[in-house]
């Protein structure tokens, strides 16, 4: 089975280690992040460092494996067009391709559902998740490729804790809102404590700050967005607590995908 994560947190579509699955660059080299249509070693020494890759061999690249992240700037239409296109190439070579989407929180799976199996429209899911939901996305740029995936049998995942749980983790703090929170999280939980280069990261793109400056003009990050920052870490581990579930179940699978 192929796996597909649409997380909206940056410009960038991340190709990012797992245990089960190969990255971009593991085979051939060193691993890469693809940012518009050029992609970045990690390394100075691989044979693509540098250059322009045209946008369709970008895709096709990218699909070749099986755990891909992509990041993006909310319900822009380019950045859509091209997730939508990795989709498409994914599915051609998947026995099933499951898309996880930081769009709809968990407990907004069922709508999802009614949605992929024929019951309602994506007229009717975009009202009700205007009515209903918590998450607050625009969902009609991504009609094209919603509808695809429905076409193709391609399996829609909600991906993120409810936004509420969110903001009481930042207000109320962590013991209270995990406990509530934890049939969405591993169990024992790690990983929210993030780390500097997480937040480095994290900050440049909240303020604008440019992150890839190799000279002594480069400003840190500053400490305004902290707090935020540890909700970001809890929607984040949530989330690969379900694409590793998702992993889980398809190394048990007899499908082999």
Known sequence: EHTTE????????????????????????PASMFLQ??????????????????????SQEIARHRLVFLGEIHSMPPIIAFQRQVQQEMNRSASKLHV???????EMQPLLDRYSNGSMSFEELNQEYLEH????????????????????????HAGFIPRPFAKKFIKE????????????LRSPIVGLEGSETHYNVF??????????NNNTDSQPPTDQFRRIFKAQILKDVAMANKVNHLIEDASTSSDDG
């Open 203 to 212: 900050e440049s793109l909240i303020s604008g700050r440019f992150l890839y």
């Open 100 to 106: 996880i989407m930081e769009h709809f929180s968990f």
């Open 133 to 156: 939901g918590s998450e607050g996305h625009l969902l009609e740029p991504y009609k094209d490729l919603l509808e695809d995936a429905r076409s193709n049998g391609v399996q829609l």
């Open 6 to 29: 649409m997380s909206p947190s940056a410009v960038e579509a991340s190709i990012m280690k797992n245990v089960w699955h190969r990255l971009i660059g593991v085979r051939g080299g």
């Open 173 to 184: 703090g962590p013991d209270k809102v995990l406990e509530e929170a934890s049939q969405w």
């Open 37 to 58: 249509d050029q992609i970045y070693p990690s390394t100075k020494d691989a044979s693509n460092f540098g250059k322009v890759v045209p946008k369709d061999d970008a």
